[in-house]
């Protein structure tokens, strides 16, 4: 595919800095007319549906989320575990650090699924996503997230098949949750039926 259209970045001001940083970007369109446009950017992120193909389970966390309940959203999310990349740091590494932190499991294959703009109008994010197949060996710990950044994190276990119809009903609200549920789906049909 070829590209028809250009834009040019000339020039970026930082009007906050914090966890994230927003700046407002002025870029020159490929007709050459000049807009502003306003950037968030918090880095780069990973998520991870481990999924024991034995029992036909996957692991959700719960978490409240303010954004989505400043929205008007529910109060608690039910997802895949995620995080944000360290610098530099690898994205199977840190899918498996936040699934250690999260669900206490210990994942070893990551099955890759894509690298995804999150929401590309106005984020920098890219999610790398993976299923992971886990079994009763790898549950190291209860999970729950790091109390130091104040993670209060519910840990479900949930059947597939459940899993699957809740993805359906739109029950399950998360996108990155609900990609990775379809692209197992995809994969591995029989562990929902």
């Known amino acids: 595919m070829t590209a028809t259209m250009t834009a040019t970045i000339l020039d970026a001001r930082t009007v906050h800095e ?35 193909p034995a029992r036909r389970v996957a692991l959700l966390v719960e978490q409240a989320r303010p954004a989505i309940l400043s929205a008007g959203g529910p109060p608690l999310l039910l997802e895949a575990p995620a995080g944000i990349l360290e610098d530099g740091e690898d994205p199977a590494a840190c899918a498996r650090r936040e699934a250690q932190e999260e669900t206490g499991v210990e994942l070893e294959a990551l099955e890759p699924v894509a690298a995804l703009w999150a929401s590309p109008g106005i984020s920098t994010e890219k999610i790398h996503m993976f299923l992971a197949p886990y079994g009763d060996g790898q549950r190291t710990g209860a999970g729950g997230g790091l109390a130091g950044e104040h993670e209060q994190i519910v840990v479900h276990e949930v059947a597939l098949a459940d899993l699957a119809a809740r993805v359906d009903s739109g029950d399950i609200a998360d996108m990155k949750t609900a990609l990775l549920v379809a692209s197992l789906r995809l994969r591995r049909p029989e562990l929902f039926r």
């Open 18 to 52: 914090g966890w994230s940083s927003f700046r407002i970007v002025r870029v020159r369109l490929a007709d050459g007319s000049v807009v502003s446009r306003e950037v968030e950017d918090h880095g780069d992120a990973v998520a991870v549906l481990p999924y024991d």
